[in-house]
T-cell receptor, first 116, second 110 residues
Framework: EPEVTQTPSHQVTQMGQEVILRCVPI?????FYWYRQILGQKVEFLVS????????KSEIFDDQFSVERPDGSNFTLKIRSTKLEDSAMYFC??????????????FGSGTQLSVL | TQLLEQSPQFLSIQEGENLTVYCNSSSVFSSLQWYRQEPGEGPVLLVT?????EVKKLKRLTFQFGDARKDSSLHITAAQPGDTGLYLC??????????FGSGTKLNVKP
């Protein structure tokens, strides 16, 4: 089965530093997403991306966050100046069509971000 | 923010028993998904339901979407230890952004 690949699996950073989380979605997929899960809490939507632009973002996705698909294969999430509360597991996901229209949504294994 | 409440939070049963977990909301959803998540892994999609009253079966798992599209249930027949995991429901109103419930942690003892 094809899979979404995320790197690194763990990232430790100092508060105020920039981090880039990387994802390689499944190759024929057109819709891309970032979700996060703070320890012990629900999985939360951050952003969806289609046709090289953000199609929707949540209130969590403020000016400190950005996404990019720089080369047609990678999909990155950048946090410009990390805060302690950004510590979470970040999941990338992709789907061939819009996820809710009976299209299968594939999640990566996540990047555990720890901000010290 | 649209809230999805899942119950029970924890369920521990013997192999061979049947179980049902629930996902409830006061909001109407265009679609609802069920996932299973193992520790240290991302959620794995089990099913998407989009029509009120819809029932879908996946081997021993039966998923139902409520008539009013506000709730859903997952029924497992003859549970096996391999069914152990965290079961999450997630609802969407625009097919783009999903709201997740807190999950039901299922443990099936051999």
């Amino acid at each position: 089965e094809p899979e979404v690949t995320q790197t690194p699996s763990h990232q430790v950073t100092q508060m105020g530093q920039e981090v880039i989380l990387r994802c390689v979605p499944i190759s024929n997929h057109l819709y891309f997403y970032w979700y996060r899960q703070i320890l012990g809490q629900k999985v939360e939507f951050l952003v969806s991306f289609y046709n090289n632009e953000i199609s929707e973002k949540s209130e969590i996705f403020d000016d400190q966050f950005s996404v990019e698909r720089p080369d047609g294969s990678n999909f990155t999430l950048k946090i410009r100046s990390t805060k302690l509360e950004d510590s979470a597991m970040y999941f990338c996901a992709s789907s061939e069509g819009m996820a809710g229209l009976n299209e299968k949504l594939f999640f990566g294994s996540g990047t555990q971000l720890s901000v010290l | 923010t649209q809230l999805l409440e899942q119950s029970p939070q924890f369920l521990s049963i013997q192999e061979g028993e049947n179980l049902t977990v629930y996902c409830n909301s006061s909001s109407v959803f265009s679609s609802l998904q069920w996932y299973r998540q193992e520790p240290g892994e991302g959620p794995v999609l089990l099913v998407t339901v989009v029509t009120g009253g819809e029932v879908k079966k996946l081997k021993r798992l039966t998923f139902q979407f409520g008539d009013a599209r506000k709730d859903s249930s997952l029924h497992i027949t003859a549970a096996q230890p391999g069914d152990t995991g965290l079961y999450l429901c997630a609802g969407s109103n625009n097919f783009n952004k999903f709201y997740f419930g807190s999950g039901t942690k299922l443990n099936v003892k051999p």
